[in-house]
C-alpha cells in the first residue's frame, strides 16, 4: 500500500499548499507595461537592489495597453504597483480605473525617448528624410488631380529624386505598439499636412475626420511591413534587407551604431541634446504611474519612485541618459510632485 | 519452359525499384531532418558557447574612509548611504593604479579607462565592503567583472572595425584591454556566474545569469511532479482498471485526448483567470506557474499511464484474483509495480514538455526581470511564492534586449535548457529500457 500513502501525502500536500498560498502577500514592489520603459525601469530596479535594503522590484513588459489594463484591475497585493507607459494614460482607461477603485493615481513623466529611422550601415545612402517623404512614401493613397489614387510611388526616387533610387522597404512598429501611434502622427499625419495633401483631401472629402483618416491610412501592398515584436525583429529585417528602412528607439539605435546608420528628419539629426530642446521632431514622454493606495502597504514603494526620478538616475548624467533617455529639463518639479505624492 | 527465379522479369524489377526508391525517400527524409538538427545546433553552440566563458579583472581597490564612512565610526547606518554610484570611482583609481604599476602607456583619460569595468562591480566592491566594515581604510584583491564590449572583443563578436563606429567602446580601449590582458591584469575565465547568478538589467549584460530562471523553473517542476503525477495516475487507475464502460466514460475520455491538444496559452488564460484573479495568489509565482503547467501535463500523463496499465497482460490480474486477491490488491500489487516503467516515462516526457513551455507563463506575469533568488518557502509569500522566472521565458526576454551581448546570453540559455532536456530524456529512455518488461 506505500503507493497508496505517497498518493494521499501527496494531495496531502497539495490541499496544504492551497490554504497556505490563500494567505499570501508580497513585499516586492511590482511594475508592469511598456516594453520601451522595461529596459529603464529594470536598470532603476537594479540599482535600488543593490542599494536599498528593499527587495528588487518585478518589472514585467507587455505593452503601455496591456501594462494599464492590469494596473487598473483594483488595488490589492494581486495586482500591479506601477503601470509603465509610452504614453498618457486615456480618458477610458482611467474610468476603468475608477470603476475597479484605483482612484488617487500619481502621474510620473521619467523623460522623452525619440524615435529614429535608421537603415543598414553599409546600405544606400538613406541619410536625410523629411516628413512630406515619409508621407508621400507609405500613404495607402494619395490626392491626384482631385482624386484619391493608390500610392503610385515604388522607390524613394519616385518619392523625391533626392533619395536613392531603391524600392520602398518599410519596417514600422505594428499596431499594438505605442510607437506607431506617435509614428502616425508625428510623421505620417505631420507630412499630409505640411506637403500640401491635407487641403487637397479636405477638398475632395469635406468632411474632417475622413480627411485625418486618409492621411493616417497606411499602404498595404508590401512596402511598409507592420512589426509586432520588438527592435530586434526591425533590426534582424534590416540586416536582412539592405534597402530596408527601420524605425527604432534612440536608446535601441545608441547601442547598435556599428550597425545601423541613422537618418535625419528635416534636417535634424536625432541627439539627447535635439531630442530635449524640441528641434528634432519625433518624440514622446514616457511615463509611469502610481497606486497612491499602495504607499505604506508595500514596502518599498514610495522609495522606488523617489529613487526613479532622483538625479542619480533620471538625471542627465545619470545611467537612464546614457543608456539613450532624453531626460526631463523639469525633473525638479516632478521630483516634488513625487515627494508630495500629487494625483492627478 | 521453365524460369529461374533468379532472373527478374520486368514485373520484379519494377517491384525491386519501388521498393529502392521508398528506401531512397527514408533515407531523404532521415538526412534533411539531420541537417537541420546539424544547422541549428552549430548556429547555437557557435553563438552561445561564449556565455559559459567570462572576461575577468583582478585589480587592487582602495578603500578610503573619507569616502565610505564619513562618521568613521563604522556605523551601518552611514556606510550603506554610500550608494554604487560613490564606489564607482574608487574602482577606476585602482585600475588607473593598476595600469600605471604594470608600466602600460594609454592615451585614454580616467573615465575612458573605468569604463572598462562592469557596471555590476561597484556593487560587488560595496556588498564585501559592508559584510566587512574592517576593511575600510586600506586596500583589498578584487575580482571584477569586465565591461561587455571588451569581453565581446576576446570572445572576436566585437573588433576593432564595429569598435571605430560603437559609441559604447573605442578601439583605444580595445587596445588597453590587449596590453591589460598580456599583463595578466584581465584574463578570461569559465563562467559560473552564468549559471547562478540573477538577471541583469541591459547595461550589464555581462553580469546576466540563469540563477533565478533555474531555481524557478526547478520550483515549477517540483509542483508538476507533486499534482500532476498524483492525480494523474489516480484518474488513469480508475479509468483503466475501475470505472465502467459506459458512454460518460467515453466521453470524459474523448475529452481528455482533446485536452493533450489544446494550446499550452489557454492554460495560461485559465491560471490568470482562477489562480490569480479569482484563488488570489501572488503573480509571477513559481506555484501558479506550476500548477499551470501541471493542469497542461496532466493529459499526457493520463494518456501515458493507461497506455502503461493497458499494456500489462490480463493473465497477472487474472492470477491475482483467481488466487483470493481483491481488485484494489490485484492493481497496487500487481499490476501498478509493472506498469510503472511505463508511468515514469510518460511523466519524465511530460515534464520535459513542461519545462520548455513559455506561453502560458506569459499572462502569469513570469515573463519579468527578476533580480532576487526566489525562497522555496517564506512566511510572508507562501510556499513557493516569491516571484521568479524560468528557463524559456529567460530565452524570450534575452533576446529582446537591445544590447548585442544579449544574443550570446540567450543562445547560452537555450544551450543550458538543451542539456537539461537532454538529460530528461536519457534518463527517461534508460528507466524504459532497464525496467521495461514484454510479454
Known sequence: MSFMKLATSALAISAATVTIASAQSRDNVQVAGSSTVLPYASIVAEAFGENFDFPTPVVESGGSSAGLKRFCEGVGENTVDIANASRPIKDSEREACAAAGVTDIMEVRIGYDGIVFASQFDGPEFTAFTQDQWYKALAAELPVDGAMVANPNKTWADVDPSLPAEDIMAFIPGTKHGTREVFEVNVIEAGCESSGAMEEIMAITSDEDATTEACMAIRTDGASVDIDGDYTETLARIDANPNGVGVFGLAFYENNTDKLKVATMGGVEPSTETISTGEYPVSRPLFFYVKKAHIGVIPGLKEFTEFFVSDDMAGPDGPLAEYGLVSDPELAATQTAVADEATM | ?439
Open chain 2, 1 to 439: 519452359m521453365t524460369k529461374s527465379l533468379y532472373t527478374e522479369d520486368a514485373r520484379t524489377k519494377r517491384r525491386n525499384a519501388a521498393e529502392r526508391r521508398f528506401k531512397a525517400y527514408g533515407a531523404i527524409a532521415i538526412g534533411i531532418a539531420m541537417v537541420a538538427l546539424v544547422i541549428l545546433l552549430t548556429s547555437v553552440v557557435s553563438q552561445g558557447i561564449g556565455a559559459f566563458r567570462q572576461t575577468y579583472i583582478t585589480i587592487d581597490v582602495p578603500l578610503p574612509e573619507a569616502k565610505l564612512d564619513k562618521s568613521g565610526t563604522r556605523d551601518m547606518a552611514v556606510m550603506s548611504k554610500v550608494t554604487t554610484i560613490g564606489y564607482a570611482p574608487l574602482l577606476r583609481d585602482g585600475l588607473v593604479n593598476a595600469i600605471a604599476e604594470a608600466g602600460i602607456q594609454t592615451d585614454l583619460s580616467d573615465k575612458e579607462i573605468g569604463d572598462l569595468i562592469s557596471k555590476e562591480a561597484p556593487a560587488t566592491v560595496r556588498d564585501r565592503v559592508l559584510a566587512n566594515p574592517d576593511l575600510i581604510g586600506g586596500t583589498d584583491r578584487f575580482t571584477l567583472l569586465a565591461d561587455g564590449r571588451i569581453d565581446g572583443y576576446f570572445k572576436g563578436r566585437v573588433t576593432m572595425a564595429s569598435a571605430a563606429l560603437d559609441k559604447n567602446t573605442s578601439p583605444g580601449k580595445l587596445e588597453l584591454a590587449d596590453k591589460l590582458r598580456d599583463a595578466g591584469i584581465m584574463n578570461v575565465k569559465f563562467n559560473w556566474a552564468f549559471l547562478t547568478a540573477p538577471d541583469a538589467s541591459d547595461q550589464r549584460p555581462e553580469a546576466a545569469g540563469l540563477g533565478v530562471a533555474i531555481l524557478g523553473s526547478l520550483y515549477m517542476m517540483i509542483v508538476v511532479l507533486v499534482l500532476a503525477l498524483p492525480i494523474g495516475v489516480a484518474a488513469s487507475i480508475y479509468l483503466e482498471e475501475f470505472a465502467p464502460k459506459n458512454r460518460w466514460t467515453d466521453v470524459i475520455e474523448v475529452n481528455i485526448a482533446n485536452l493533450a491538444a489544446v494550446p499550452s496559452i489557454v492554460y495560461g488564460i485559465l491560471g490568470l483567470a482562477i489562480f490569480i484573479n479569482f484563488m488570489q495568489f501572488n503573480q509571477s509565482s513559481p506555484l501558479v506557474g506550476g500548477m499551470v503547467l501541471a493542469l497542461m501535463t496532466l493529459p499526457t500523463i493520463i494518456i501515458s499511464t493507461r497506455a502503461a496499465l493497458k499494456a500489462v497482460p490480463p493473465s497477472i490480474r487474472d492470477a491475482a484474483l483467481g488466487v483470493g486477491a481483491s481488485k484494489m490488491q490485484s492493481v497496487f500489487h500487481h499490476v501498478l509495480p509493472l506498469a510503472a516503467p511505463g508511468i515514469l516515462t510518460g511523466t519524465i516526457i511530460g515534464l520535459a514538455q513542461a519545462l520548455g513551455e513559455t506561453a502560458p507563463l506569459l499572462l502569469i506575469g513570469m515573463v519579468a526581470f527578476v533580480r532576487d533568488y526566489p525562497e522555496a518557502y517564506s512566511s510572508a509569500t507562501g510556499l513557493f511564492g516569491d516571484p521568479s522566472t524560468a528557463l524559456p521565458v529567460q530565452i524570450y526576454n534575452w533576446t529582446q534586449r537591445a544590447d548585442p551581448a544579449f544574443v550570446e546570453r540567450a543562445q547560452g540559455a537555450i544551450i543550458t535548457l538543451l542539456v537539461f532536456l537532454l538529460v530528461m530524456n536519457t534518463v527517461a529512455i534508460i528507466l524504459r529500457r532497464r525496467f521495461e518488461r514484454r510479454w
